[in-house]
């Protein structure tokens, strides 16, 4: 049984690649870049066998090491990983408890993330690979590793199927997810700050001797210890190690019990009054699909969490700055503009937003004009404002009212070419995205293949167009205010001529591609 459990999951990823060429392509690409950072870092730790300071090794990877084991544990729970092989999948099979359990555990090994971890695990093995008896316990602590990653990772993923099996639950736990993280971007960038030549060893130090007597950083420290001659405390971290993979194992195998007799709980069905905005727009095609998207931009989850993030970004990106010592005023300039950029790029992949629904379009014989021109309506709804105030407030803290040409024209060209590519690869590049009612932070098997290339190109492509407008604000601020105006002038142009141009070209895709968007709809 848990070889063909096994089987199954090598089908299910053998089935990425009947997908369309695109996708084909970009699984390969994320193939090799997860295996080349994984060999890259085979190569670090085989490096750091020759390295004198064993200590300092020791303590390095006891404190990244306890990050891995942590993710494992946190990162399915907050960001509801889809499981391709739930346990209630199986609740008709009569299949033991306990056979289930060990086939499912031992088909997560099969993927890239658990290779990736192997080959890392290898590297720690030649790391402490000091004598016969140091390297026996570098063999079982990655053994055990690998292990501990994989159950808890599981664990995770079932405790996630009820504690998330809400839409808004799972929803909340993203936004919460990706809050703490943006909490911890600053923590982050202080200990990048430290002077390590000094005093970041003691500090390493510190915190591998808190976290090797923890479940998280037990096994790592086995070998080092070792190493260093510290055997009995080498044997009760072992202890410690051997003991959290039996207590993930028996957790695990009460979770799948529990699966396996209950069922998913089916989620609330929340009644409207009204038609809302369809109430408020005309009653064309082109109005129809504005309200609509309006519809979808305030009650379906993946497009306000995208809202909710683009406030976050500034954040992000102007916490490492300060640190950096950029003076404030300078810093008062680039949150609307990446806001802006973020703005017009959630757009790129609307049309697979729709999922299967995009079929009414296509046998009503929807105008491609009025589908492009209806989902821009909420974009520049939210966008107008944006600049409008935005810049206004950007520019009373900047303290130099005739930047104020160059903030507008930057923002409105950033958004206005990050909208008018949108218009075109959402029509012409769909690929797969969270399907309606799912968490916004799901992401399906596959959507890792094409996305990475046509996200790329339309995130950069927005910046590289409004490159004469930035060229031309930073030489108004720097140079001669002369070119605030310049800025405006071409910012609003290059913008236009983006949004004409996208909307064109994207209207025409539509009508042309439409069976190929139903079919790329159905496959996802």
């Given amino acids: 049984m848990v070889a063909q459990l096994l089987g199954l999951k090598l089908r299910l990823l053998a089935n990425i690649f009947r997908r369309s060429p695109w996708q ?75 056979t289930l359990s060990l086939g499912l555990a031992v088909s997560a090994l099969v993927g890239v993330p658990a290779l990736a971890l192997t080959i890392i695990l290898l590297g720690t093995v030649v790391t402490w690979s000091h004598g016969v008896l140091e390297t026996v316990l570098a063999i079982i602590s990655a053994a055990l590793l690998l292990a501990t990653c994989v159950l808890a990772s599981r664990v995770s993923t079932a405790v996630g199927a009820f504690v998330l099996s809400s839409r808004r639950s799972r929803e909340f736990m993203g936004i919460a997810g990706v809050l703490l993280l943006v909490i911890l971007s600053p923590i982050v960038i202080l200990l990048v700050s430290i002077d390590w030549g000094t005093s970041g060893a003691t500090l390493v130090s510190e915190f591998a001797g808190i976290l090797g007597w923890t479940p998280i950083g037990a096994a790592w420290a086995v070998p080092g210890d070792a190493v260093t001659g510290e055997w009995g405390a080498a044997l009760l971290k072992l202890v410690i190690a051997a003991g ?52 979808y931009w305030g009650r379906d989850s993946r497009y306000w969490v995208a809202l909710i993030m683009i406030p976050v970004v500034p954040i992000i990106a102007l916490v490492p700055l300060s640190i950096a010592t950029v003076p404030t005023h300078y810093l008062a300039l680039l ?90 690869t959402s029509a012409r590049f769909p690929y797969p995205a969270t399907k309606p009612g799912d968490s916004p932070f799901a992401q399906p098997q596959a959507s890792d293949t094409a996305s990475a290339l046509i996200q790329s190109l339309t995130f950069i492509g927005s910046i590289v167009l409004s490159l ?57």
């Fill in 24 to 98: 084909v392509v970009g699984v390969i690409v994320g193939l090799l870049y997860g295996l080349g950072l994984a060999a890259v870092l085979f190569i670090v730790l085989v490096g750091l066998r020759f390295v004198g300071d064993v200590e300092l090794v020791r303590d390095s990877l006891i404190v990244l090491g306890s990050l891995v084991v942590l993710g494992s544990l946190v990162v399915p729970l907050v960001f509801g990983i889809d499981d391709t092989m739930d346990p209630r999948s199986f609740a008709l099979f009569g299949i033991p408890n306990r």
């Fill in 244 to 295: 959290t993979l039996w207590v993930l194992w028996w957790v695990w195998q009460r979770l799948v019990e529990r699966m396996l007799v209950t069922p998913g709980r089916e989620a609330a069905v929340k009644q409207y009054g009204g038609l809302g905005w369809f109430d408020r727009l005309p009653d064309t095609p082109l109005g129809v699909i504005a309200a609509r998207s309006f519809t």
């Fill in 335 to 424: 949150p609307v503009p990446l806001m802006c950029i973020f703005l017009g790029w959630t757009m790129h992949n609307d049309v697979a937003y729709d999922s299967t629904a995009i079929w009414l379009h296509v046998v009503s014989g929807t105008r491609g004009l009025a589908d492009r021109i209806g989902r821009l309506a909420p974009a520049l709804v939210v966008g107008i404002p944006l600049i409008g105030l935005g810049s206004a407030i950007s520019i009373a803290i900047y303290g130099d009212w005739s930047a104020l040409p160059s903030m507008l024209g930057v923002s409105t060209c950033i958004l206005l070419t990050g909208i008018g590519l949108s218009s075109f």
């Fill in 468 to 524: 004469p407008a930035i060229i031309a604000a930073v030489l108004g601020i720097f140079v001669d205010p002369s070119w605030h105006r310049v800025a405006l002038f071409s910012g609003i142009g290059i913008g236009l001529v983006a949004v004409v141009v996208g909307v064109w070209l994207g209207s025409r895709t539509f009508e042309r591609r439409g069976p190929e968007m139903l079919s790329s709809a159905l496959r996802a």
